[in-house]
């Protein structure tokens, strides 16, 4: 067989199978991590790309609002894989219809220069400090934002670009006086009106069904007095928060580990520094800079004449107070390399051109005194000593919950918490520990539910678990009619309580439209008061739809209440009221709103004769 195999392995047919193999790996994998890796946009707006790297900026920074405004809501609802995509899908398209108003605004010839660009910068109140341009809080915040200083002033620029072609849309618009006024009318109208409410209650305490009446709305009705499965749950569990209250940190402790971090409670070195910048890579200018101020000159006004930066150029090159590893790596080694305030650096190549720095001032390190921070130390220390506690439990708690299925004795014990137990509860009225998605689908799976043996150790939140088993099981099961008869005979008393209301008020508002106002005293009821209602009222929807009265004519008709009873309605008088100052405001929503239509039409144009193509929209 052996030989066979060789003496096939080096026959001419076998060869040529084998490198036609190879060859088709090599052509796949290399196929395969061109098409992969070629491919670094999001977007494909015309000819213009959107990178991965600004989507997933973009994605970041409007996920971070939406967290800051909507707190944990927002965290539950990005659980949801299919909100999570539509919402970057809603995050890219913004991108797209940016990148389409830009190009479009190009079209048309619109610009923005270099000075308006900087001129901006140094007026934005965010990197502003008593009025005066900060540059140490302008870096800072593009740092944090994830901008260099040259992308951020070309997204100015795009912005402003934009901006003015929008400004133009919006400039265009208009609303006519007339618009205005009769919208303002409609808006400020109020409406006169007496009513009359049938208390469906009155009329369903006069209801006594018969026992065939019960029986037939049971039979009819089961589905409402159908009673879900239901388990009895017991449960232990185990969280950080649970062992914090256990821990003790003594002043000893403390002590010690403040003078171990004695780093983490000082304050870094500072230097302030200035800096002339030179983009790209043109040595030969940044060079004869360099050369002047050798020569005796000034650094500030140097700096104000020829430094590139658009920031810091207004204040003589001034960057404020820094810090290490805030820098770019080689900028941060040659000003903390400067030993004596007033020293220039030679040129230093940074991934943003080349500088000249020149030294302002120094802070040295200061510690922070152990009674300041020594609350602080306690509370971390007491957090940390929880969760080693935790840790160590947690993998005990996991082998004995497998070693020991059949009880939680065991799992409570060895964690020193209780064994919790509920009544009868199902999946709609659980405690809330107990409808985490993970918990339900432990409870019901074959082990747990059937078997009733332990779950796995399951996490609810971090740093904090639980075990569940079933004790007992109630199926679903529909309540014999004896049970629930009281609720029966109260649903039937609302049912004809609420049509007998509603029958007499068809009959007194036929009555009422033709004249007869006889029909109230013969039923014993009575209109009230007359009120001034305007659209805010809960009876807005049906009074506001109701036609304008005559002088010798008025109109009736009937709605319900939120409680459910019936109530009749007579508009005596319909009044405008004209408001100038929501006459402006009217005009103004109005103009707006024709705006962003206009808008709207444009983008879907543009979007109609564009080419798109979208490359990053899950995670």
Known sequence: MMERLREGVNSIAVKIILGLIILSFVFAGIGSYLVSGSNNAAAKVGNSEIGRGEFEQAYQNERNRMQSQLGDYFSNLLGDPEYVASFRKSVLDRLINDRLLQQHAESLGLRVSDAQVRQMILDMPQFQTDGEFDQQIYQSALRRAGYTPENFAEYLRQDLVRNQLLSAIQ????SLQSEVEAQGKLITQTRDIRSLTLNIDDYAAKISPTDDEVQAYYDEHQDDYTRPEQMKIAYVELSADQLKDNVAVTDEDAKAYYNEHLDKYSTAEQRKVSHILVQGDDEEKAQAILDQLNNGADFTAVAKEQSEDVGSAEQGGSLGWIEHDVMDPAFEEAAFSLENVGDVSGLVKSSFGYHIIKLDDVKAPESKPFDDVKSDIVAELSEQQALDTYYELQNELETVAFESPDSLDEAAK????????????????????????????????????????????????????????VNDLRPETVLPLEEVRDDVVAAIADDQGQEQAMELADKLVTALEKGDDSVLEQNGVAFGELEKIDRSSPLAERVFSMPKPSDDTKHYAQTQDADGNVVIVELDNVEANVDSEMNERIGQQMVQMSAQQDLNGLLNILRNNTDIEYYAVGQ
């Open 171 to 174: 400039g265009s618009d208009f």
């Open 414 to 469: 060895v964690i020193g918490q209780p064994i919790k137990e509920t009544d009868f509860v199902s999946e709609q009225d659980a405690p809330e520990l107990l409808t985490a998605p993970q918990i339900l689908d432990a409870l019901n799976t074959v082990e747990v539910k059937e078997d009733g043996l332990n779950s796995e150790v399951l996490e609810v939140a971090p740093e904090h678990v639980i075990v569940v088993r």
